[in-house]
């Protein structure tokens, strides 16, 4: 299968993050894509096809945002890295306002996810990565690998969160209905539930996104991915969440996973992409599944027996010792 992924995707490190109120190392590492190709050996380098597949998803504001705000944060005199503190809640005055403090709020969803200047250099090539990995389906590929690194699933049309800026799976859907494949489903397997992607297709009677994650009750994000959110307007009911409780294993995984491929099955999609974390995993530092490295050849060629064209975008996974086996062992399934 061919992969993709491009040296400057590894620019992006942000020092700390917030967590449990106190600050710790960044989670989401440039070792991690160096775990993955260490096991997977080198992949190919995408082309640059430019912002146009990024502005089809995302707002033009909020990217400005992403390439400009780390150094106006500098300007104004701030040390550390471009992070949110203060939020327009829901019911306040929707104001446009100018200052870096409050675009930080207006376009993020968490204070654990501080920009660089590195930071839109880093997500640029990540969605380059997967509409490479898209071209190779679309010329007639079987199945190709984005290594989307920083991830994707947890970003909206005008937010960031979750480690994630670009919406990788997004992008590389909506780049493939102009490309003349559809409906498009997105499968999502990664711990958390991928909130940005359900936002952008809310609506949306064209792509399918179903998801298997821990049960928002006890996990991030929280406000997202509960059984009855379904869809709305053109996009009712084409919206599938699964939550799953902490300490799930292999077989009652395999069971969700069974129910979403009958649902999108009957969706008939032209490409499945899946949002693959390998944050699941029974070892991962900051989630509580219980999935065995072995695991996940067998959940792979479950997904592989529909027979649909597929594209496997990287998403979460921060056990660095096991990342390259785990993603290595899913690969070895299509
Ligand atoms: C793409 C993805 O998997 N994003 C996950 C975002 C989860 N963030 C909330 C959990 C915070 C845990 N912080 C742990 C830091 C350990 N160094
Ligand atoms: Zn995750």
Same mark, same amino acid.
């Given at each position: 299968?061919?992969?993709?992924?491009?040296?400057?995707?590894?620019?992006?490190?942000?020092?700390?993050?917030?967590?449990?109120?106190?600050?710790?190392?960044?989670?989401?590492?440039?070792?991690?894509?160096?775990?993955?190709?260490?096991?997977?050996?080198?992949?190919?380098?995408?082309?640059?096809?430019?912002?146009?597949?990024?502005?089809?998803?995302?707002?033009?504001?909020?990217?400005?945002?992403?390439?400009?705000?780390?150094a106006r944060w500098k300007a104004a005199g701030r040390p550390g890295d471009l992070v949110g503190y203060i939020?327009?809640?829901?019911?306040?005055?929707?104001?446009?306002?100018?200052?870096?403090?409050?675009?930080?709020?207006?376009?993020?969803?968490?204070?654990?996810?501080?920009?660089?200047?590195?930071?839109?250099?880093?997500?640029?090539?990540?969605?380059?990565?997967?509409? *490479? +990995?898209?071209? @190779?389906?679309? &010329? /007639?590929?079987?199945?190709?690998?984005? %290594?989307?690194?920083?991830?994707? !699933?947890?970003?909206?049309?005008?937010?960031?969160?979750?480690?994630?800026?670009?919406?990788?799976?997004?992008? *590389? +859907?909506?780049? @493939?209905?102009? &490309? /003349?494949?559809?409906?498009?489903?997105? %499968?999502?397997?990664?711990?958390? !539930?991928?909130?940005?992607?359900?936002?952008?297709?809310?609506?949306?009677?064209?792509?399918?996104?179903?998801?298997?994650?821990?049960?928002?009750?006890?996990?991030?994000?929280?406000?997202?991915?509960?059984?009855?959110?379904?869809?709305?307007?053109?996009?009712?009911?084409?919206?599938?969440?699964?939550?799953?409780?902490?300490?799930?294993?292999?077989?009652?995984?395999?069971?969700?996973?069974?129910?979403?491929?009958?649902?999108?099955?009957?969706?008939?999609?032209?490409?499945?992409?899946?949002?693959?974390?390998?944050?699941?995993?029974?070892?991962?530092?900051?989630?509580r599944f219980g999935i065995e490295t072995a695991d996940y050849?067998?959940?792979?060629?479950?997904?592989?027996?529909?027979?649909?064209?597929?594209?496997?975008?990287?998403?979460?996974?921060?056990?660095?010792?096991?990342?390259?086996?785990?993603?290595?062992?899913?690969?070895?399934?299509?």
């Amino acid at each position: 299968m061919r992969g993709f992924f491009d040296p400057r995707q590894r620019a992006h490190a942000p020092a700390q993050e917030l967590h449990n109120g106190g600050f710790v190392a960044y989670a989401e590492t440039p070792a991690r894509a160096d775990a993955i190709l260490a096991a997977l050996g080198p992949l190919e380098t995408p082309a640059d096809r430019g912002e146009a597949p990024i502005l089809a998803v995302h707002d033009a504001a909020y990217v400005d945002f992403l390439k400009t705000g780390p150094a106006r944060w500098k300007a104004a005199g701030r040390p550390g890295d471009l992070v949110g503190y203060i939020w327009p809640i829901v019911g306040r005055r929707p104001l446009a306002l100018d200052r870096i403090d409050a675009l930080a709020g207006r376009f993020s969803l968490d204070a654990a996810t501080p920009l660089t200047a590195d930071t839109w250099t880093s997500a640029y090539w990540s969605a380059q990565s997967v509409l *490479a +990995a898209l071209d @190779a389906v679309l &010329g /007639g590929d079987r199945a190709a690998f984005a %290594l989307c690194r920083p991830p994707g !699933h947890h970003a909206g049309r005008d937010y960031l969160g979750g480690y994630c800026h670009l919406n990788t799976a997004a992008i *590389a +859907a909506q780049a @493939a209905i102009f &490309g /003349g494949m559809a409906p498009v489903a997105i %499968l999502d397997v990664d711990y958390h !539930h991928g909130n940005g992607t359900q936002d952008i297709f809310w609506n949306r009677g064209d792509v399918f996104f179903a998801s298997l994650h821990a049960d928002p009750a006890t996990d991030y994000p929280f406000y997202w991915g509960h059984a009855d959110e379904t869809g709305e307007g053109a996009g009712d009911g084409t919206t599938l969440n699964l939550p799953l409780p902490q300490g799930t294993t292999r077989d009652a995984f395999r069971a969700a996973l069974a129910t979403a491929l009958d649902r999108i099955a009957r969706f008939a999609p032209d490409l499945l992409i899946v949002s693959y974390g390998a944050d699941t995993w029974a070892g991962d530092p900051i989630s509580r599944f219980g999935i065995e490295t072995a695991d996940y050849r067998l959940l792979a060629a479950d997904i592989a027996a529909c027979g649909w064209p597929t594209l496997i975008a990287m998403e979460g996974g921060y056990a660095c010792d096991a990342l390259g086996a785990n993603v290595a062992g899913f690969l070895s399934g299509f």
